[in-house]
């Protein structure tokens, strides 16, 4: 199981995210979002991470050479690609890219132009004219579980500490996201919410995985 934390801005959180046992720490690359990181503040984070978890870099509708250039300066392991996607962007890219899906209905995450070894994100809609990313807004877990039946998904969309337990036993899914609902204000991070986010994403993947043997 993938736990992720997004719109990550400083080493504190990032420290106390990984010490929890994220996987993956998100760094937003989009000026209009509060949980923009400027280049100093990125390195910082690169610098505490230091290997100990994966970075992803959060863009929306960027060009290929934008992600070629990220991923090589903040060690990225992957691209997160929320809006439009560059043609030959998926193939181009010196790293993964992973597609986001803003679910409005039940047929919405039926991706068939995607290969099934893609990782795919599972969001919700954004309001009217807001970014495409981080929405905070869920996406009815029943219709994320009939994807996560094909193929492997990264479960986004408001989860917090108080839910993520029950989306994973419900979904299934590859791996879960969280952002706002680990905030004190947009933008600012709770590392004891970010702490207990991560603990109860862990245990629910060990029920989970004690179930299965």
């Known amino acids: 199981m993938i736990v992720k934390v997004c719109g990550v801005r400083t080493p504190e959180v990032a420290d106390a995210a990984i010490e929890s046992g994220a996987d993956w720490i998100g760094l937003m690359f989009v000026r209009a979002s509060p949980r923009w990181v400027d280049d100093e503040a990125a390195l910082a984070v690169v ?6 978890a994966d970075l992803v870099g959060v863009f929306v509708s960027p060009s290929l050479t934008t992600c070629d250039d990220a991923a090589a300066r903040y060690r990225l392991a992957a691209v997160q690609v929320h809006g439009d996607l ?96 680990l905030e004190r204000r947009p933008g600012e991070k709770d590392p004891e919410l970010v702490r207990e986010f991560v603990r109860a994403a862990r245990d629910a993947a060990a029920r989970l995985h004690s179930v299965a043997l």
Do not use: Q
């Not at 990782?119 to 996406?139: A, Q, S």
């Not at 029943?142 to 337990?165: K, M, Q, Y």
């Open 47 to 52: 610098h505490e991470v230091r290997g100990r």
């Open 86 to 181: 560059e043609p030959g962007l998926a193939d181009g890219c010196s790293v993964p890219v992973i597609p986001v899906i803003n679910v409005d209905s039940r047929t919405a995450a039926c991706t068939i132009d995607w290969s099934p070894d893609v990782l795919l994100m599972l969001d919700g809609v954004p309001n009217p004219g807001g970014l495409p990313g981080g929405t905070g807004h869920p996406v009815p877990l029943e219709w994320a579980a009939d994807v996560a039946r094909h193929r492997r998904v990264l479960l986004a969309g408001g989860l917090g500490p108080e839910d993520v337990a029950h989306a994973i036993a419900t979904v299934r899914p590859e791996g879960v996201d969280a952002s706002s609902r």
